[in-house]
Nanobody, 124 residues
Framework: QVQLVESGGGLVQAGDSLRLSCAAS????????MAWFRQAPGKEREFVAA????????AYADSVKGRFTISRDNAKNTVYLQMNSLKPEDTAVYYC?????????????????WGQGTQVSVSS
C-alpha cells in the first residue's frame, strides 16, 4: 500500500512559478513509477508528467513541455513538479499518482494509488 500527499499549490499570476511536492509512504514507493495529473473544472483528468523509479526516464504532455519539470528524491520518497511560466490554462487540481509497474504510462487507468490533490490557480 502506498499513500500519497501533495503540497505546494496556491494562487499565482501568469508567468510565475510553483513547485509541487508529493510525499509517498510505503516500503516500496521508491520503486514505483510516479506521475502528475490535473483536472480543471468541467474537464476530464489529464496527464501532465511521469517519471520512472530511477528518474532516468520522463514523459510530458505537449502542453507543459519546456515549462514543467518532474523529478524525484528517492531518499526522501518525494516527487516534485517544478512549474515555470504558468498560464491561466494551467489552473486545475493537481494529483500525484503511483504505478507499481516500472514503465511510463500516460493514462490515469494505469495508476494504482492517488493523492487527494492540490489546487493551482493562475490569474491573468
Amino acid at each position: 500500500q502506498v499513500q500519497l500527499v501533495e503540497s505546494g499549490g496556491g494562487l499565482v499570476q501568469a508567468g510565475d512559478s510553483l513547485r509541487l511536492s508529493c510525499a509517498a509512504s510505503g516500503r516500496t514507493s521508491s520503486t514505483y513509477t510516479m506521475a502528475w495529473f490535473r483536472q480543471a473544472p468541467g474537464k476530464e483528468r489529464e496527464f501532465v508528467a511521469a517519471i520512472t523509479s530511477s528518474g532516468a526516464n520522463t514523459a510530458y504532455a505537449d502542453s507543459v513541455k519546456g515549462r514543467f519539470t518532474i523529478s524525484r528524491d528517492n531518499a526522501k520518497n518525494t516527487v516534485y513538479l517544478q512549474m515555470n511560466s504558468l498560464k491561466p490554462e494551467d489552473t486545475a487540481v493537481y494529483y500525484c499518482a503511483a504505478r507499481s509497474r516500472r514503465t511510463l504510462y500516460i493514462s490515469s487507468s494505469g495508476y494504482d494509488y492517488w493523492g487527494q490533490g492540490t489546487q493551482v490557480s493562475v490569474s491573468s
